[in-house]
């Protein structure tokens, strides 16, 4: 009886070493955005809570909240405009609190440790600029995009549903919400920056057969470390739970 030849296998591809700069500079960039976010939410908490006639916005809480979100609000209203009246104007600050929401909820999806905390962020600063928009509704000194007092979105939106005398509570409710939820996405952001760096993804080069899955562009796969399989194994299934890096670090 034949004795059949040992299969050999080609020895798995080596785990590359991670450079130190791949472990601060990532860290750095982090705590330079979250130290931005924080700037941001302390401008935010001042100016949102109640609209002070002539009193001007710092730089950054102005150009963020009227370079992005007032465009993402006014995308909002068209969005909704064939949903009825009441939609359409309600659509602008829902749209506002939603589009960083569906971003967030998306990077949750992902698994992303960055992006997710980043998004939430916004959920929060912007509700916290809807309470704003809210309770001005009686008074209605802040300056509309439109400019006529009447397109004043929330004193249409309380005064059709009877209750411009709970604008104030209702805002309230909104701004402190917002600001906690702002609070836990920095705070919940710095702690996942810190864990990231304390327990970094293994990532090895890929081999031959995940090789030609990579987009040429990259360098490297930051894939899970395992074992090599013997030809004709089956693969074990991937752990609930496990870790896949689908941002590449993010």
């Known amino acids: 009886m034949a004795l059949s030849k040992p299969v ?10 991670m450079d130190p700069l791949e472990r601060y500079v990532p860290l750095g960039l982090k705590g330079l ?28 809480l102005t150009a963020i909240r009227n370079g992005i979100f007032l465009f993402i609000h006014e995308g909002g209203h068209f969005l ?9 104007i309600l659509g602008g600050s829902f749209w506002q609190i939603v589009f960083p929401l569906l971003s967030f909820l998306i990077a949750v999806r992902k698994r992303s440790h960055f992006i997710a905390p980043f998004a939430l962020f916004w959920v929060g600063t912007n509700m ?20 006529h007092k009447s397109w004043h979105d929330w004193w249409n939106l309380f005064r059709k549903w009877d209750m411009l005398d709970s604008a104030g509570a209702v805002a309230d409710l909104f701004y402190f919400l917002g600001l906690f939820v702002s609070i836990v996405a920095v705070g919940g952001g ?23 899955r990579v987009v040429p562009s990259l360098l490297r796969s930051t894939l899970p470390t395992r074992q090599p399989q013997p030809t004709g194994s089956v693969p074990p299934p991937t752990a609930e739970g496990e870790e896949k890096n689908t941002f590449e670090g993010l």
């Open 33 to 60: 955005v979250y130290l931005i976010l924080t700037v941001y939410l302390i401008q935010a908490a001042d100016a949102f809570y109640e609209y002070v006639p002539g009193r001007h916005w710092p730089f950054l």
């Open 190 to 212: 710095m702690y996942l920056a810190i864990h990231r760096y304390l327990n970094p993804i293994p990532y090895r080069i890929p081999d031959d057969e995940e090789e030609s």
């Open 80 to 88: 909704f405009m064939f949903f009825g009246e009441t939609l359409h």
């Open 8 to 17: 050999l296998h080609p020895p798995g591809r080596p785990n590359l070493p």
């Open 128 to 147: 916290m600029d809807v309470s704003l928009y809210m309770r001005d509704a009686p008074i209605r000194l802040l300056p509309l995009l439109g400019g």
